[in-house]
């Protein structure tokens, strides 16, 4: 039996809960990737894993410890891969600049090919600890096989809806707290802003119906992400040794402008 079938009678709970199967199944299929398709896989996996915690938390106070649980177990696999994933991130961040005009190819060509080696090495040293993920691929499919047992049919649509009034007033008090702090209130306002708009989403798969209205708005998380995997890239150039000083700084320099406010 499929871990899909043992979500029964039909509702907002158990489409949730199909959501969520759903996200695993996805993860599993995305880290299952091989060669090039696997960077991808890493970045897709963790994203869909991000929204079976989303789901997750919708439930939090009826699943109790076990579903808190099974949170924090998938916590561990998406902080286990959080190395390859910002790998990826900086390449993407630097085709970005040069795709905006900001770097000139004679300058990021040869960035982008110490980036994708560094890129290569992390994952090589994933992939020797775990020869094609399978173990991380044999624990998610234990998660998934707790997450269907889960008492998905009992969640009610007044029940979720609470659940995400919950997670607004957690991303706003984030908010306030990130407006005079650092790096790190940023990066958790961020994941609070991802969370409820990816709980908005799961909402009205499950109901049918929009809950927008609980966005908050305008959503910087975008531009958070932006913000984030800027500083990670600038963390990489500055250890990029192999690159010639010159062209690490101009591409700093762009990445600098790029961060900047546009003129009103």
Not at 27 to 42: D, V
Not at 221 to 250: C, K, Q, V, W, Y
Request: charged share 35%; proline share 4%.
């Amino acid at each position: 039996m499929s871990p899909s079938r043992t979500i029964r009678e039909d509702g907002p709970g158990r489409r949730l809960g199909e959501r969520a199967l759903a996200e695993l199944a996805e993860a599993e299929r995305l880290f299952a990737s091989t060669g090039e398709a696997l960077h991808h896989g890493i970045h897709f996996g963790r994203k869909a894993l991000r929204r079976c915690r989303a789901a997750l938390a919708l439930g939090r106070e009826r699943f109790g410890e076990r579903g808190q649980c099974l949170d924090r177990r998938l916590r561990r696999i998406l902080r286990s891969l959080s190395r390859e994933r910002d790998a990826q991130a900086v390449i993407e961040r630097l085709d970005a600049l040069l795709g905006e005009g900001r770097l000139r190819p004679e300058i990021a060509d040869p960035i982008r090919t110490a980036l994708l080696a560094r890129r290569d090495r992390i994952l090589a040293r994933r992939l020797a600890r775990d020869p094609g993920l399978a173990g991380l691929r044999t624990r998610l499919r234990a998660i998934t096989r707790a997450v269907a047992r889960l008492p998905w049919s009992e969640l009610d649509e007044d029940e979720l809806r609470r659940a995400l009034l919950r997670q607004r007033r957690r991303a706003l008090r984030a908010g306030a707290r990130a407006e005079d702090g650092g790096e790190e209130e940023l990066h958790r306002y961020r994941r609070r802003l991802r969370r409820l708009r990816q709980q908005i989403n799961l909402l009205k798969a499950a109901t049918g119906r929009s809950h927008a209205r609980h966005a908050i708005r305008p959503d910087p998380a975008d531009a958070l992400s932006r913000m984030r995997d800027a500083l990670l890239l600038a963390r990489a150039l500055r250890g990029l040794r192999e690159i010639p000083s010159t062209l690490r700084r101009a591409a700093l320099a762009a990445l600098d402008s790029a961060q900047e406010p546009e003129p009103s």
